[in-house]
């Protein structure tokens, strides 16, 4: 029996009727490459952001929470697995996610959910290494648990954008720009199933804000074009002209998913339903945007790894703004969620349940840190010079270490855009030790003996992923502090 017929045979609830003592209603909200500094309630003066701005007073917002691999596919499979990348796997772009455990959404589909899957997956793969099933229809025993699909590998032609529908093989096109009619999608499935016995889980995952910059409505790009924007201090001079031209299309991707979050939650009040709904908004990763003189993600500053997690669950913890300092990261976000949503957590998953520190936020100790890594040098990294790193994020530091040794030490309470490396001044030598034991502690824990990145392609079979081919160059810093430690050169894999 479909998704559909078994839906409908179940008694509804009437409106208004209590579901407190049902299972809640879960809505997963994540777009592509947004980070957490983009809103108006974040400080940025550029954005455009009334809806999340609104939400985010009605959420709890863990303002701490870090993209601990950022980039598409680790930060997934993360999401998906509550696992680190070494784990699960998938460490790299394109590899093919194939699961150790129960993955989200098998876990809430066991749980008698109704689950469905909107938009971008990524967690297919492409094994050839060159994005051959890219656009590949994704087989239900890939889509881990989510019985109701809208969905596509990989595209960012967001006015041409292409899904499969269910169990039909024949690809389709979304009309206009996909994330409207994505959102479009994902509201008739609330409607459908917010009044049902059974509680639904919808997982809507928007391709932009990543790039192409330029391709969002128009009326949304108009918004930006003549808007003079402030840019962050650490964009150096020479990249400033062109950082200006990226932020007018990211801004204006934003505005365009503000307005679609708009459209979500004011169909999940028109249900009746908004009390007994978990809202929960992320990110995969977020974008440098010439910052560091840098572009996308990979990297280890703020800008690439903080990502935004706004949690709203009125039923239980009612709709006062709240905020959490605690150190979450990609992989407690599947655990957290379960903990909110009062399911048992599978074995397997290595993240930690926030959920505890929603109702009296909970404050962290300077000894705790958030995990950062990249197995892999790929892509962007390699273009700049970047190798395969290790490191900790804890509330005030910043502490990575290279392939080659200690690389990047930040205070982010006394230098928040990370301009002064620290690391290997004497000044900072009692600091850069504590964060060394932390990320120690890490690496024992995880199993991660921090191998050269061709050693973990050679373990994965993944020698062939044109990713990893990119010629390796010297270190390219705008500030000449990132290589403090390392003469010019020395990121070199090889």
Not at 60 to 72: D, E, L, M
Not at 161 to 181: H, M, V
Not at 232 to 259: F, S, W
Request: proline share 7%; hydrophobic share 35%; aromatic share 12%.
């Amino acid at each position: 029996m479909s998704a559909l017929a078994s839906s409908a045979i179940l008694p509804a609830l009437t409106r208004g009727q209590t579901r407190s003592d049902k299972k809640p209603h879960v809505l997963f909200v994540m777009a592509d490459e947004w980070r957490a500094q983009a809103f108006g309630f974040a400080g940025d003066p550029n954005a455009h952001t009334p809806t999340l701005d609104r939400f985010a007073g009605e959420s709890v917002n863990f303002a701490q929470t870090t993209s601990g691999c950022p980039v598409c596919c680790p930060a997934r499979a993360s999401l998906m697995t509550g696992q680190f990348p070494l784990t699960d796997g998938v460490y790299i772009n394109d590899v093919p996610l194939e699961p150790k455990g129960r993955t989200l959404g098998e876990v809430f589909q066991a749980a008698g959910y109704k689950t469905g899957y909107v938009g971008k997956w990524h967690l297919y793969g492409s094994p050839d290494g060159h994005y051959g099933r890219r656009e590949a229809y994704i087989p239900p025993d890939k889509r881990f648990g989510f019985e109701y699909w809208k969905g596509a590998e990989c595209t960012h032609d967001y006015n041409h954008s292409f899904y499969y529908d269910n169990n039909d093989p024949t690809k389709r096109y979304w009309p206009g720009y996909d994330a409207i009619a994505q959102t479009a999608d994902a509201c008739n499935f609330i409607k459908e199933h917010a009044t049902q016995e059974a509680p639904y889980l919808m997982f809507l995952s928007w391709g932009p804000p990543h790039f192409p910059l330029n391709s969002a409505p128009e009326k949304y790009r108009e918004m930006f074009k003549d808007k003079e924007l402030t840019l962050r201090p650490n964009v150096p001079e020479d990249k400033k002209a062109q950082t200006i031209q990226d932020l007018r299309g990211y801004y204006a991707h934003m505005a365009a998913l503000d307005d679609c979050f708009k459209t979500l939650l004011e169909t999940i009040e028109a249900t009746g339903s908004a009390e007994d709904t978990i809202v929960l908004f992320t990110s995969d990763h977020g974008d440098m945007m010439g910052s560091q003189g840098l572009t996308v993600k990979l990297f280890p500053w703020e800008e690439s790894i903080r990502i935004p997690l706004l949690v709203r669950y009125p039923r239980k913890y009612g709709k006062a703004a709240r905020k959490s300092d605690a150190l979450v990261s990609s992989p407690d976000i599947m655990p957290t969620l379960l903990g909110l949503a009062g399911m048992p957590i599978p074995r397997g998953v290595q993240g930690t349940d926030f959920s505890s520190t929603v109702p009296k936020p909970a404050k962290v100790s300077s000894s705790e840190t958030a995990f950062l890594d990249m197995p892999v040098s790929i892509g962007a990294a390699r273009h700049y010079g970047i190798a395969e790193y290790r490191g900790v994020r804890s509330a005030q530091y910043t502490y990575v270490r290279s392939i080659h040794g200690p690389w990047l030490l930040y205070d982010n309470i006394a230098d928040p855009y990370q301009m002064h490396n620290l690391c290997g001044k004497p000044s900072a030598k009692a600091i850069q030790a504590s964060m060394e034991v932390e990320l120690s502690k890490w690496l024992v824990a995880l199993n991660d003996k921090f191998l050269p990145g061709e050693d973990y392609l050679e373990q994965g079979h993944l020698t062939n992923y044109m990713e990893t081919k990119e010629k390796i160059n010297d270190v390219l810093s705008p500030w000449g502090d990132w290589q403090s430690t390392l003469p010019v050169g020395t990121y070199s894999l090889h």
